[in-house]
């Protein structure tokens, strides 16, 4: 699994899985095509709540705005998540730096209008006032044929223990929101899975990566 590799040890974790009739290449285009409409219009609640320690704090630029009707994932990445690497059709790893101090840089830190941009700079970034959390979407055959099962998990690293003790009341309170975001993204692939098998929709493009629209 390449989450494994990109960051093999953690201090908090959380892991969803459903199971679809599908094959992996029509799993994963679904993925990268589901859109916030399609999950649930409940998420766009869930994300301002996920958020609202930014927005109390006045940090409107750490926020997503979502188009509901474009795909979710694309959007992600071209807001605060970097996209780390891929293996088309079976995962995908992204991943997001957040301060100790959630909704704010952290004072004293002159670097921190420069936070990792690409993800080289992510995976060199280790600076003991931060977090970098990590998360992936895994779609493996099942023993069933024709099944398939996906899986996201998340994981974050505090870079001190300081930045691990700081976060940890943020992370009891967000975990519960950002699981049932993880559980109806899951629930709105396989929706978007059975709409392709109706219309018959596979799109020839999937191969050249997961910003192909």
Known sequence: ???????????????????????????????????????SGIVRLLF???ELPW???????ASLTFDIHKPMLSQMLTGNFILITEQV?????????VSRKIGTFVEGYNGAEK?????????????????????????TPTETPGFVTVRTESRTKAWSRRAKKDFTPYWHIIHPFSGL??????????RRVNKMCVSGELSAKLVEGVLVK
Request: proline share 5%; no cysteine; net charge negative.
């Open 1 to 39: 699994m390449l989450l494994d590799e990109i960051l093999p040890e953690y201090d908090f974790t959380e892991v969803h899985t459903i199971r679809i009739k599908a094959s992996q290449e029509l799993a994963y285009q679904a993925f990268t095509q589901v859109t916030l409409a399609e999950i």
């Open 48 to 50: 301002f709540l996920r």
């Open 55 to 61: 927005k109390i704090a006045g940090k409107e630029e």
């Open 89 to 97: 059709p079976e995962e995908i790893v992204f991943g997001l730096t």
């Open 115 to 139: 936070l990792p941009e690409n993800p080289e700079e992510f995976l060199d970034f280790h600076h003991p006032d931060y977090l970098s959390v990590v998360a992936n979407f895994l779609i």
């Open 181 to 190: 975001i993880r559980r109806l993204w899951l629930s709105g692939i396989k």
